[in-house]
Structure formats: structure tokens, C-alpha cells
T-cell receptor, first 113, second 116 residues
Framework: DAKTTQPNSMESNEEEPVHLPCNHS???????IHWYRQLPSQGPEYVIH???SNVNNRMASLAIAEDRKSSTLILHRATLRDAAVYYC??????????????FGKGTKLTVNP | DTAVSQTPKYLVTQMGNDKSIKCEQN?????MYWYKQDSKKFLKIMFS???????INETVPNRFSPKSPDKAHLNLHINSLELGDSAVYFC???????????????FGAGSRLTVL
């Protein structure tokens, strides 16, 4: 399974931008970079994914390094509701097209009022 | 409408008992998963079914038996429950696009199993 490395925890203040880093130096050419988050007492939820280009959606932005060995999830204005564990995942494609998400430890984001 | 629903949400039982957790998705997805999150909050995949066919079976004891009666349902039956089975079990589903890594998973809210 392709590995990712994230800081264990980060803190932010409400309404400030948050940059969550992820290193994935062993990424292969066909690996997509996915971000999920898990709010307290809830199931993981999809945030964003990308392959090579930067991506934006209503929840966040994903900045992917040119060599694809690292990426950054950007929350433009953190709210208290964004406090969660954020997982950076390389999409593991198995033989026959089967896929699985392999979760690491993630980054626990604390948002201060 | 809940996209991926699991029942029960909480389950407390004695060691040695047999229990089941049910999962249903109304998203029209063809692939479903079971994940286990232990007390250290580490999420590990257990099983995956595509169109009722088992495609992923991680190193899980034989006491765990998934069953998929149709592609909208994936149930998890656990025999002879042990203390170490206590965890939160998450069901998830996706629509599989072959040979890409772009599929997005939708997770249920989880079923917390406590074995006494």
C-alpha cells in the first residue's frame, strides 16, 4: 500500500485559512490523492481528490506539488465545524480494477474560537 | 434520505454471542465495504463486495462473515464474539469505475459494538 505521512495534529483559529500537508514520496503515476475527514462520532466523509492539477470544490482546495510527492489540503476559512481528523490517502488500485482506501493516522485539526 | 444506513447504531453483547450488523445503501452503487475502527481510532478495511461478489478479504478471522444478498446490502455477521471485537464498524459504498483511482466512498454513520 502506498504510504502517506501527515502531522499528528494541527491547530487553527476560526475564520483563518488552514493548510494541511501530506507527504507521499512513493506515489506512482496512476495514484489519485484523496482527502477524507472524520468529524467526532461520525463516519469519514469525502473532501476532495486530484491526480496532477490543483483542484477546488465547495469544501476545500487541493494543491499538488509538481513532482506529486506532496500535497496540501487548504480550508480557506476554518469554522468550528471543520474540527476533525483529516486523512490523506493514495487510492490503491488492485488487480481487476478493485480498489480500497487505506487510511493512515491522519491529522487531528483543532479549530479555536 | 440516508445514503448509507447501518443498523444497529449501538450494540452491547456478551462474549461468545453471535451478532449481525446490517448495511443498506440507496445510492445505486455497486461496491460496498466494511471497515473497522478500533479504540486507537485506526480505520482498517475488512471486506469489499462488488455486485454481490467478494473482491477484498483482508486478514480477518473466520468468525466474521459478510453476506451480500443484493448490491444494495452488505451485512456483517460475527460469531463467537471476543473482547477484541469491540470497535466501531463502518459500512461504505461506491460506484466502481474500472482501473481508476477516482472513485469516491460514501460512509455510514457507524455501528459501535461493545463486547463485555
Amino acid at each position: 500500500d502506498a504510504k502517506t505521512t501527515q502531522p499528528n495534529s494541527m491547530e487553527s483559529n476560526e475564520e483563518e485559512p488552514v493548510h494541511l500537508p501530506c507527504n507521499h514520496s512513493t506515489i506512482s503515476g496512476t495514484d489519485y490523492i484523496h482527502w477524507y475527514r472524520q468529524l467526532p462520532s461520525q463516519g469519514p466523509e469525502y473532501v476532495i481528490h486530484g491526480l496532477t492539477s490543483n483542484v477546488n470544490n465547495r469544501m476545500a482546495s487541493l494543491a499538488i506539488a509538481e513532482d506529486r510527492k506532496s500535497s496540501t489540503l487548504i480550508l480557506h476559512r476554518a469554522t468550528l465545524r471543520d474540527a476533525a481528523v483529516y486523512y490523506c490517502i493514495l487510492r490503491d488500485v488492485l488487480l481487476g480494477g478493485s480498489e480500497k482506501l487505506v487510511f493512515g493516522k491522519g491529522t487531528k485539526l483543532t479549530v479555536n474560537p | 434520505d440516508t445514503a448509507v444506513s447501518q443498523t444497529p447504531k449501538y450494540l452491547v453483547t456478551q462474549m461468545g454471542n453471535d451478532k449481525s450488523i446490517k448495511c443498506e445503501q440507496n445510492l445505486g452503487h455497486d461496491t460496498m465495504y466494511w471497515y473497522k475502527q478500533d479504540s486507537k481510532k485506526f480505520l482498517k478495511i475488512m471486506f469489499s463486495y462488488n455486485n454481490k461478489e467478494l473482491i477484498i478479504n483482508e486478514t480477518v478471522p473466520n468468525r466474521f462473515s459478510p453476506k451480500s444478498p443484493d448490491k444494495a446490502h452488505l451485512n456483517l455477521h460475527i460469531n463467537s464474539l471476543e473482547l477484541g471485537d469491540s470497535a466501531v464498524y463502518f459500512c461504505a459504498s461506491t460506484r466502481t469505475q474500472q482501473n481508476t483511482g477516482a472513485n469516491v466512498l460514501t460512509f455510514g454513520a457507524g455501528s459501535r459494538l461493545t463486547v463485555l
